[in-house]
């Protein structure tokens, strides 16, 4: 070690310590050096959290009457980004969380269970996780780190598309895109869902299961079964919570019985004040109005009004119980000693989910007092949709501020600061690029002698160092399409174009620094800008290879 520090450090180090130090403690010197800089390069642990379908406002840090207090706290100590961007669904959203590269490249340029007949066999809508890209838990586990995963992957059904085909060590997986939380294991179209541990599919599952519950557990277990060996761990822990159906375990259903009897326009109005209050919005910022189709709270009846709020009581009991859990992993590493060695990030992966449909067999929801329980399907709506929204504009499949817009929390090992606020313009596809830059990783140019797409992400690092206050140039930009519906976002400024009913299926210019909701249309005074952006756009479709559906979920015929 002395040979390389050089003559300078050298004399430095000599006049500091003192020459009347002995030999001995000249040697116990050089150790406690050498041990600092061999803990200033350990590799962090990496805890990565992914809420599904919750709200902008659903988490109390980001002006949520619901209680969130271990996911508060994680806030407390590190960064809220309040210009975090996402895809407006699940699958396009994780396929770019786990490999860095914009989803119509990765493979879910649409939802599989969506994809148009124009799209299908078109590279990039392969409707999985494909080869073109470097999955995260790969580059990590061949960089020495344990990769764990528990939770939702929704990116392929075949075993080579399984989370232990992609890079984990480890998983307890939900393997398509959604159903039952409980041990009945069924779909929400009423079929069987497949469940894989360790990348070998489960017949049945723990008696008494709840998604939650036993993701959480077995992220811990995975952690503590290996703790010894010294290796870092990457866990992504991707809850089911709060997507619907709303099921919860018993001493759960009535968490919050009574507490939205108030209706969704106060509980809306009451978020947005507290995101004010909060400094996550501008006192002055736009609001979306409530959405036609959607009636005033006064003007419901007293059992539509009752029925109204238990759906909402039961989401918020969701979002709690998931919190909860976070809870239980946080103290388990806590109580290891490895919470100071571990970078936490906490995302939604879109906003809240605003449709409701008739769910037939095995779902009974024909007694109002078993809602919640296993066998039961309910959902809530556009109305408390539009309250996890808060103020932006339209919510879950939608390109719109209110469908792309989701909380962020990044604190712990890399993070300075305590309770920061960045409105820094952030993306998903940054939060690999953040986690190979923290775990010293480079990204390659091959993966498994095969060309891969290039990174896109830019690694938030420096940010979160507070060594800077942004990660992009003015004139950088970002694209999204879903749906046939399109966005191009540069600095604040967002060129959006909804089909109908949603918009007016034309190109709309805002400006998101005065104009969050987007509800003033700016084309007509600033087309250069407009024209520029259209260019933008131009560049986006070419380059990911973005083909408008010939039929569409959301937009009918929008090819």
């Not at 403690?25 to 803990?39: Q, S, T, Y």
Request: proline share 7%.
């Amino acid at each position: 070690m002395l040979s390389m520090i050089g003559d300078d450090g050298l004399g430095r180090f000599w006049r500091k310590i003192g020459r009347s130090l002995s030999a001995l403690a000249v040697l116990l010197a050089w150790k406690a050096v050498g041990l600092a800089e061999a803990d200033a390069q350990k590799r962090p642990n990496i805890v990565l959290i992914v809420a599904d379908d919750a709200g902008y406002t659903d988490i109390g840090a980001f002006g949520s009457e619901i209680s969130t207090p271990n996911i508060d706290a994680l806030a407390a100590v590190g960064i809220r980004f309040t210009d975090f961007h996402v895809a407006p669904t699940c699958s396009p959203t994780r396929s770019m969380l786990l490999s860095g590269v914009d989803n119509h490249l990765a493979g879910l340029g649409a939802m599989a269970e969506f994809t148009a007949s124009n799209q299908k066999g078109v590279p990039g809508y392969e409707g999985y996780l494909n080869d073109r890209v470097a999955p995260l838990p790969a580059l990590l586990r061949d960089a020495g780190y344990h990769t764990y995963m528990a939770g939702k992957w929704h990116m392929g059904e075949e075993p080579e598309h399984f989370p232990a085909a992609r890079g984990f060590e480890r998983d307890l997986t939900l393997i398509p895109g959604g159903g039952s939380h409980f041990d009945d294991m069924w779909g929400a179209k009423g079929e069987k869902q497949l469940y894989t541990r360790n990348g070998r599919p489960l017949g049945e599952l723990r008696p008494g299961f709840h998604s939650s519950d036993d993701y959480t557990a077995a992220i811990i277990r995975n952690i503590e079964e290996q703790r010894a060996d010294g290796k870092p761990f990457f866990a992504y822990m991707a809850y089911q919570a709060p997507h619907d159906p709303f099921q919860l375990p018993e001493e759960w259903l009535d968490r919050y019985k009574g507490r939205y009897d108030q209706g969704y326009d106060a509980v809306r109005a009451a978020r947005i004040e507290r995101m004010k209050r909060l400094g996550l919005l501008d006192p002055e910022a736009t609001v979306f109005p409530r959405l036609p189709n959607i009636p005033p709270w006064e003007t419901l009846s007293p059992d539509e009004k009752r029925r109204s709020a238990r759906r909402m009581e039961l989401y918020a009991a969701m979002v709690e119980h998931m919190d909860a859990n976070i809870g239980k992993l946080v103290r388990h590493l806590k109580d290891t000693g490895l919470y100071d060695d571990t970078l936490f990030i906490f995302l939604s992966d879109n906003g809240p989910e605003g449709t409701s449909v008739t769910m037939g067999p095995p779902w009974d929801n024909g007694t109002f007092e078993n809602w919640g329980r296993k066998g039961t399907f309910i959902q809530y709506g556009a109305a408390w949709a539009q309250v996890g929204a808060g103020p932006f504009r339209m919510f879950k499949g939608y390109v719109s501020e209110g469908g792309i817009r989701a909380p962020m929390i990044v604190a712990g090992r890399g993070v300075s600061g305590s309770g920061r606020i960045s409105d820094a313009l952030t993306h998903v596809m940054d939060v690999p690029a953040t986690i190979l830059a923290t775990a010293g990783v480079a990204y390659p140019q091959t993966h498994r002698d095969r060309p891969i797409a290039p990174l896109e992400g830019k690694s938030l690092a420096p940010l979160l160092n507070d060594t800077i206050g942004v990660v992009r140039e003015p004139s950088d930009w970002l694209g999204w399409e879903a749906f046939g519906n399109r966005a191009i976002r540069e600095g604040n400024w967002k060129l959006l174009r909804l089909c109908r009913p949603a918009g007016p299926d034309e190109w709309q210019l805002f400006d998101l620094a005065r104009d969050p909701a987007e509800t003033n249309d700016l084309s007509a005074k600033e087309p250069d800008v407009k024209a520029r952006l259209l260019r933008h756009w131009d560049e986006y479709a070419r380059t990911r290879n973005v083909v408008l559906p010939s039929e569409s979920l959301l937009c009918g015929k929008a090819g």
